[in-house]
């Protein structure tokens, strides 16, 4: 599978939106930083999204790619690779997986979890995530049959 990264920037009003946050790939990992207003003393923050699940600070075992926020910069989600981003992960299908990072937190989620079990990841590839404005929902494309029961 081929991905592309998708790029957000912060508007000049404080408003996140697709077409002017940051979710930046960059070496394999997905890294969200905060646009600072011109004048403003100090960086803005920058978080590791694809981090794992015991530091947010170290780079999880594998490659991350195409990153979506939602309008207000709270959630990401994003592919990877990388099999130690959740607790108790197990990943069978060894390929490209959908996540989601709640900033407030720092959780990071297996969003394309087989049925029933949230740690697993789905018996196929998933990817090309888009969360909702709000973050409530994350859409991505999958090759997974066991993503829903039956």
Same mark, same amino acid.
């Given at each position: 599978?081929?991905?592309?990264?998708?790029?957000?920037?912060?508007?000049?009003?404080?408003?996140?939106?697709?077409?002017?946050?940051?979710?930046?790939?960059?070496?394999?990992?997905?890294?969200?930083?905060?646009?600072?207003?011109?004048?403003?003393?100090?960086?803005?923050?920058?978080?590791?999204?694809?981090?794992?699940?015991?530091?947010?600070?170290?780079?999880?075992?594998?490659?991350?790619?195409?990153? /979506?926020? &939602? @309008?207000? *910069? %709270?959630?990401?989600? !994003?592919? #990877?690779? $990388?099999? +130690?981003? =959740?607790?108790?992960?197990?990943?069978?299908?060894?390929?490209?997986?959908?996540?989601?990072?709640?900033?407030?937190?720092?959780?990071?989620?297996?969003?394309?979890?087989?049925?029933?079990?949230?740690?697993?990841?789905?018996?196929?590839?998933?990817?090309?995530? /888009?969360? &909702? @404005?709000? *973050? %409530?929902?994350?859409? !991505?494309? #999958?090759? $997974?049959? +066991?993503? =829903?029961?039956?």
């Amino acid at each position: 599978m081929s991905f592309r990264p998708v790029w957000h920037v912060l508007s000049r009003r404080g408003r996140w939106s697709r077409a002017a946050m940051l979710p930046v790939v960059a070496a394999g990992m997905v890294v969200v930083g905060e646009a600072v207003p011109a004048g403003a003393a100090g960086p803005g923050q920058v978080t590791l999204a694809s981090h794992v699940a015991a530091s947010p600070t170290t780079t999880g075992s594998g490659s991350s790619f195409v990153a /979506s926020t &939602s @309008a207000d *910069g %709270a959630f990401v989600a !994003f592919s #990877s690779t $990388a099999s +130690d981003l =959740v607790a108790g992960q197990s990943d069978p299908n060894g390929g490209d997986d959908v996540f989601l990072l709640s900033r407030a937190t720092g959780t990071v989620t297996l969003v394309s979890h087989a049925a029933g079990a949230s740690t697993t990841p789905g018996n196929s590839v998933s990817g090309f995530p /888009s969360v &909702s @404005a709000e *973050g %409530a929902y994350v859409r !991505f494309q #999958s090759l $997974a049959t +066991d993503l =829903v029961p039956g």
